[in-house]
């Protein structure tokens, strides 16, 4: 069976080093980068995840995370951060991050969370594998290229907007709970609150421009895809 590539992306080497021996006694094979700019010479598209701190010197984590998604490099990613409030952990899921663990943690948590993403990626691509498109109005989804055109122009996306714009898509007669919002997009990651659907329903309203408006939200009861606007 293949193994999973993890880039791990500390400054702190206990801590890194603590992390990449449990995580290769878990069957993964790791290679680890001291800084942002040192990850920056890898070529990321072979892994399959990142831990990324993100107080570093130099480049932030979440400087780094908010680059690679203006690449559309899709790679999951996973903060490791010592800052844990509420606005923190939004930020970290406004700049592509996929899921958020806050210092002090344990390396079983850690090591669930990364089998988590990494399962939830696996069952993204396997279910999509054999379809093709969703067309609505202007909106086009290319679900076998992961990729989203929007009168004729490509809309760069998260793998977490990609999978909550096919969603809503999917169902566009329907609205959606936040909490069924959480099962189907965010089912194999735990501690995800119906906030961060919020934060990510504004990113995609943002990127979608003149059209953000067809994604609506009744309140009391949740989201959905109003294909009139398109």
Do not use: C
């Not at 995840?49 to 400087?63: A, F, N, T």
């Amino acid at each position: 069976m293949k193994q999973e590539n993890i880039l791990l992306v500390d400054d702190d080497k206990n801590i890194a080093e603590i992390l990449e021996f449990n995580l290769k006694n878990e069957g993964f094979d790791v290679t680890t980068a001291f800084s942002a700019e040192e990850a920056q010479n890898l070529d990321i598209t072979q892994f399959h995840l990142i831990l990324l701190d993100v107080m570093m010197g130099g480049i932030s984590g979440y400087k780094w995370a908010e680059q690679l998604r203006k690449e559309n490099i899709p790679v999951p990613i996973i903060f490791l951060t010592a800052k844990d409030s509420e606005n923190d952990m939004l930020t970290g899921f406004s700049v592509g991050g996929d899921d958020y663990i806050a210092k002090p943690f344990s390396v079983k948590e850690v090591i669930a969370r990364v089998k988590a993403v990494i399962k939830r990626s696996h069952i993204s691509q396997k279910s999509t594998q054999n379809s093709n498109f969703i067309k609505i109005g202007k909106l086009t989804i290319d679900l076998d290229l992961k990729q989203l055109t929007l009168d004729n122009v490509i809309i760069t996306l998260t793998k977490t907007e990609f999978e909550l714009l096919v969603l809503l898509a999917q169902k566009p007669d329907s609205i959606l709970s936040r909490q069924r919002i959480i099962q189907e997009v965010w089912k194999e990651t735990p501690y995800i609150t119906e906030r961060t659907i919020d934060v990510h329903i504004t990113r995609l309203r943002k990127k979608l421009g003149k059209y953000g408006d067809a994604l609506t939200n009744r309140s009391g009861y949740g989201y959905r895809l109003n294909v009139d606007v398109l």
